[in-house]
């Protein structure tokens, strides 16, 4: 099984980054998918859920930011995050339903 996330980097407060993250080697369209972030010194936190049947779910603290969706035919989930806050900064972390995670992509928030 591989996950691997791609599309972090810096982002000025305010402005917009789409993570992207690919997955193989299981049957992805029967998986949950979640987008998990750990800032420095803190604990990894669930952001963002898109179950089999596309509903969504998300943090209190990126409600209404952050959009979670998925493509069942590329084997991918996205996460479009606008209105970004220096808090948003962290490692985001793709989840396949249960237990496969990729490395991790950094998104700095900062002007």
């Known amino acids: 099984v591989q996950v691997v996330e791609s599309g972090g980097g810096l982002a000025l407060p305010g402005g917009s980054l789409r993570l992207s993250c690919s997955v193989s080697?299981?049957?992805?369209?029967?998986?949950?998918m979640q987008w998990y972030r750990q800032a420095p010194g803190k604990e990894r936190e669930l952001v963002a859920t898109i179950t089999t049947a596309h509903i969504t779910r998300y943090a209190d603290s990126v409600k209404g930011r952050f959009t979670i969706s998925r493509d069942n035919f590329q084997n991918m989930v996205y996460l479009q995050m606008d209105s970004l806050k220096p808090e948003d900064t962290a490692v985001y972390y793709c989840?396949?339903?249960?237990?496969?995670w990729g490395q991790g992509t950094p998104v700095t928030v900062s002007a």
């Open positions: 989840h396949a339903s249960w237990g496969f």
């Open positions: 080697g299981l049957p992805f369209k029967d998986r949950a």
